[in-house]
């Protein structure tokens, strides 16, 4: 039985699509994670995976006495996750990206094991940039991204089969939702995202005049005394179940989810993460809405979120547009490669 070792963290949007490829090859392939003490600890744990934590540091955007720090913390890392490597002897490294790869794909280059990582974004991440040379493959979810590299290869966002089950009829009840009143999906849970959830409901007498509502809405963020018509959840295990019940999603830009409302021809308004970021998520969001298959609201422009709405509900431009737009599943390429490179391993 082949072993493979999978890394990457920082945000969920890292650890939810290696969880997704794990879940997959759990039954023919021994699997572990290596990673910080961070997101993806907690994801991995909980998902019943081995888990090795090594000490990465993240760089700070910013002016920070903390980045000075990085070269012994680094340095520490490196010679953690290669002791890690030397004893667990896998056929193969696959990162999905984030500060929190590097030490175990950097170790896998020294110990001459395969290693294969995967970019989201329409830009690469820095860590992405570094590992780059050391990898067999730079998959990639946009085509753009590939050509950035000798070794890129475009094969689609990796996406859980369950997001395409979901039974409609089945998804309204489950909700208590009526039939003839659309639904708006508001994904408001992840890292940056309170300044969507304050909007939603500073606004939330206007928007229940059109819409039902579902707003996951983060661990600690719901409200005591939700009005009818809305409907809160801190997390949702079942995102089969929310995509079918909604009829428009307004959601951040992180590409696995970008590419899950495309798949699932959701008409979305994105509100794209600006701050703290390197401007991936908007870029992300450009190149689909130049395509006419969404709409873009900027944070600075929340106060418009009601007009905003309204206006992606009578495009019906942007509906035709997703519902001949072919938006492939990478999932099939990247395991197919993973069983590849890992069974090319010398014993």
Same mark, same amino acid.
């Given at each position: 039985m082949k072993y493979l070792l999978f890394c990457g963290g920082g945000s969920a949007g890292h650890v939810v699509p290696n969880l997704a490829i794990m879940n997959e090859?759990?039954?023919?392939?021994?699997?572990?994670?290596?990673?910080?003490?961070?997101?993806?600890?907690?994801?991995?744990?909980?998902?019943?995976?081995?888990?090795?934590?090594?000490?990465?540091? =993240?760089? @700070?955007?910013?002016?920070?006495?903390?980045? /000075?720090?990085?070269?012994? &913390?680094? *340095? +520490?890392?490196? %010679?953690?996750?290669?002791?890690?490597?030397?004893?667990?002897?896998?056929?193969?490294?696959?990162?999905?990206?984030?500060?929190?790869?590097?030490?175990?794909?950097?170790?896998?280059?020294?110990?001459?094991?395969?290693?294969?990582?995967?970019?989201?974004?329409?830009?690469?991440?820095?860590?992405?940039?570094?590992?780059?040379?050391?990898?067999?493959?730079?998959?990639?979810?946009?085509?753009?991204?590939?050509?950035?590299?000798?070794?890129? =290869?475009? @094969?689609?966002?990796?996406?859980?089969?369950? /997001?395409?089950?979901?039974? &409609?009829? *089945? +998804?309204?009840? %489950?909700?208590?939702?009526?039939?003839e009143k659309p639904v708006l999906l508001v994904l408001g849970?992840?890292?940056?995202?309170?300044?969507?959830?304050?909007?939603?409901?500073?606004?939330?007498?206007?928007?229940?005049?059109?819409?039902?509502?579902?707003?996951?809405?983060?661990?600690?963020?719901?409200?005591?005394?939700?009005?009818?018509?809305?409907?809160?959840?801190?997390?949702?295990?079942d995102m089969g179940s929310a995509y079918a019940a909604c009829d428009a999603v307004v959601c951040r830009a992180g590409s696995n989810t970008v590419f899950e409302v495309l798949a699932l021809k959701k008409p979305t308004l994105f509100i794209p993460l600006e701050k703290s970021s390197r401007g991936d998520q908007l870029l992300n969001a450009r190149y689909f809405e130049q395509r006419g298959l969404c709409r873009i609201l900027r944070e600075c422009e929340l106060g418009n979120l009601v007009s905003a709405l309204a206006a992606l509900q009578k495009d019906e431009m942007l509906r035709f547009s997703l519902s001949v737009c072919e938006t492939e599943n990478g999932m099939p390429a990247i395991l197919d490669l993973l069983k590849e490179a890992a069974n090319e391993t010398l014993q």
């Open positions: 090859l759990k039954y023919s392939h021994k699997l572990a994670y290596m990673g910080t003490c961070g997101i993806e600890r907690e994801l991995v744990l909980a998902a019943g995976y081995p888990y090795f934590e090594v000490d990465c540091p =993240k760089l @700070v955007r910013a002016l920070s006495a903390e980045n /000075l720090k990085i070269p012994f &913390r680094l *340095r +520490a890392a490196e %010679k953690a996750a290669l002791e890690i490597l030397r004893r667990e002897k896998p056929d193969l490294v696959f990162s999905k990206g984030g500060f929190a790869s590097f030490p175990a794909v950097w170790a896998a280059d020294k110990l001459h094991i395969p290693a294969i990582t995967h970019e989201s974004d329409f830009t690469p991440g820095l860590c992405t940039k570094l590992i780059a040379k050391k990898c067999r493959y730079v998959l990639t979810s946009f085509p753009e991204t590939a050509k950035l590299f000798e070794n890129g =290869k475009c @094969v689609g966002s990796p996406m859980r089969k369950e /997001l395409f089950r979901g039974d &409609r009829a *089945r +998804a309204l009840k %489950k909700y208590s939702f009526a039939a849970g992840g890292s940056g995202s309170k300044a969507i959830n304050d909007a939603i409901r500073a606004n939330l007498k206007a928007l229940l005049c059109d819409w039902q509502i579902l707003h996951l809405c983060g661990k600690g963020n719901a409200l005591s005394d939700p009005p009818e018509g809305y409907v809160q959840r801190e997390f949702e295990n």
